[in-house]
């Protein structure tokens, strides 16, 4: 059993940043991979972009690729995504996920545990 807390979101203006931080709680944490998905207002919820536990392996969605960073510490149980140069269209709930899924999880029933979200609005 995971259990997951996001933190970090907030209200910034466009070409701000922000570091979202997801705590995990759970002895198998290192065993998941974990992912960042997003839900903007009144559209379904999309991929971000994922983590592997041991190698570290990244995967983003082409929309945040080059402005988006995801790590992980295991030994604090905690994933992070820096968002630098922020657009009003990355405005959105964004939910932390854990995913057993042993190949490349993009979608969201390749996830196992999610967290309850942080709301981030970017403005113009």
């Known amino acids: 059993q995971v259990q997951l807390v996001e933190s970090g979101g907030g209200l910034v203006q466009a070409g701000d940043s922000l570091r979202l931080s997801c705590a995990a709680s759970?002895?198998?944490?290192?065993?998941?991979?974990m992912g960042w998905f997003r839900q903007p207002p009144g559209k379904e919820r999309e991929f971000v972009v994922f983590?592997?536990?041991?190698?570290?392996?990244?995967y983003y969605a082409d929309s945040v690729e080059g402005r988006f960073t995801i790590s992980r510490d295991n030994a604090k149980n905690t994933v992070y995504l820096q968002m630098d140069s922020l657009e009003p269209e990355d405005t959105a709930v964004y939910y932390c996920?854990?995913?057993?899924?042993?190949?490349?999880?993009?979608?969201?029933?390749?996830?196992?545990?999610w967290g309850q979200g942080t709301q981030v609005t970017v403005s113009s």
């Open positions: 996920a854990a995913s057993s899924f042993t190949g490349t999880p993009t979608r969201k029933y390749q996830y196992d545990y």
């Open positions: 983590i592997t536990w041991s190698r570290g392996r990244t």
């Open positions: 759970g002895r198998t944490f290192r065993s998941y991979t």
